[in-house]
């Protein structure tokens, strides 16, 4: 069973932990999340495209994320998450943590940060192990054709997160 630790509304740890998925928490309460954005230094960006079983958003395009679990940092969850879903160690790369937003959805019990992260790591086609339970398949992607995704409404969190893939410094 994999239980989040639950946040107050300054994204300070209550101490309390809520299980996987079992949207309980109250306003003011609130889990972690986080996404990893990997860009290779030509500014092309990797996105996934979600297998057609998930529940929410088949066949959409995204970024690597997920829920920090209980007594993991936002930056170990990351790392994880993007290991996870694309085979690729980012620990070493340039880049890291660029901003927080919040989502509030009242009466649903799932409030939740997200911490966005950027890496820029110069990738190999060979070197991703796509977790295929989860995608269905990549392109690095040029902001444009993210931005086109968006327009059509195929691509995750697009508005949130629009800004992280301003031009690479």
């Known amino acids: 069973m994999e239980y989040w630790d639950i946040y107050d509304a300054e994204k300070q ?6 299980k996987r998925n079992d949207w309980c928490l109250k306003e003011g309460e609130y889990h972690l999340t986080v996404l990893g954005v990997v860009a290779r230094p ?7 495209k979600r297998v057609m079983t998930k529940a929410w958003a088949p066949g959409w395009w995204e ?10 940092s936002s930056e170990e969850a990351v790392c994880r998450e993007v290991r996870e879903e694309t085979g690729l160690d980012i620990s070493n790369a340039e880049g890291g943590y660029v901003f927080t937003y919040k989502r509030e959805n009242p009466g649903e019990g799932d409030n939740y940060f997200v911490d966005v992260y950027r890496f820029v790591l110069d990738i190999d086609e060979n070197d991703l192990k796509l977790q295929t339970e989860e995608t269905d398949g990549y392109m690095f992607a040029t902001k444009e054709e993210i931005e086109n995704f968006a327009k059509e409404g195929i691509f995750l969190h697009y508005d949130s997160i629009k800004r992280v893939f301003e031009q690479l410094q």
């Open 13 to 18: 740890p209550t101490g309390r932990k809520m």
């Open 42 to 48: 030509d500014g092309t960006y990797l996105i996934t």
């Open 63 to 72: 970024v690597s994320g997920g829920a920090a679990q209980a007594g993991e």
